[in-house]
């Protein structure tokens, strides 16, 4: 796609996101346009796989936001020509006994066997964001393939502890992300807030916190403003998504994201929102258009 190709593409992606964001989405994208708002605003590039990095870049800036994140560090590089931040970065992962991806989400920090592995494969990985200037790194507890909560917790202590100076030294954050179990990754560990929260505890680590993925908890155990307000201090970084079904986050799901959004706003949080549904519509940028004016809340 040439240049003035991808401009005519965000030209109509642009204007025609009004024609599918309604009155409430209108007015909520005039107050966007207007700086009110606490979030900072990212997009997971995963869900845009048609659209090539360089165009989301593109898109990104016309739209208004500052990240886009799990991407790799191959990458960073055309983020930093358009002046953008990875909010997230993804995953590392090495193969490991039977071609097992170690550092994938079935396979993380709670097998004892897979620490050597995953301390090998997120120590560069920190040094290289860090030097980058991107200060979270994502990780997976893995699944619990018959292991009880307990072990598992205790493992990825003992794995995430060997990692924890570094994390200190280079002002990295790594940030287990909250799944559901039920619908998207069976059988994951890290399922529910409480489990991951004790872990946050355990370690004791101001560089060792949660993604919560506001998707994937409304699946799992609900309350999800509640749950924020409680336990804020231990997420680092949230994600969106349409329940049901992953797609757009306005009137056809279940969730009143503007109210989450508020109540994130209200512990203080600065970081970044990522939006991580899968659009449905022809015109995907105009759908992500959307839901930043719908998460622009004061």
Partial sequence: MNLISRRAYLGRSLA??????GVVAMLQGQ?????VGKVR????????????LEVMCE????????????????DFGTLKKHGL???????PTAEGPEGKKIGSIPHGFNRVEHH???????EPLMKVSAEAGFKNVICFSGNRDGMDEETGLQNCVKGLQRLMPLAEKLGVTLTMELLNSKVNHKDYMCDHSAWGVELCKRLGSEHFKLLYDIYHMQIMEGDVIATIEA????????HTGGVPGRAEIDETQELNYAAIVKAINGTGYTGFLGQEFIPKRADKLASLRQAVGICSVS
Avoid: R, T
């Fill in 231 to 238: 336990n804020h201090a231990f997420f680092s970084h949230y």
């Fill in 41 to 52: 605003h990212s997009v997971c590039k995963w869900c845009y796989k048609d659209i090539s």
């Fill in 16 to 21: 025609s996101a009004m024609s599918v964001s």
């Fill in 31 to 35: 107050a966007w346009a207007q700086g």
């Fill in 116 to 122: 050597d592995l995953l301390v090998g494969i997120y």
């Fill in 59 to 74: 898109a990104a800036k016309e739209i208004g936001l500052e990240s886009i994140e799990l991407l790799d560090p191959p």
């Fill in 85 to 91: 931040h990875c909010a997230m970065v993804s995953f």
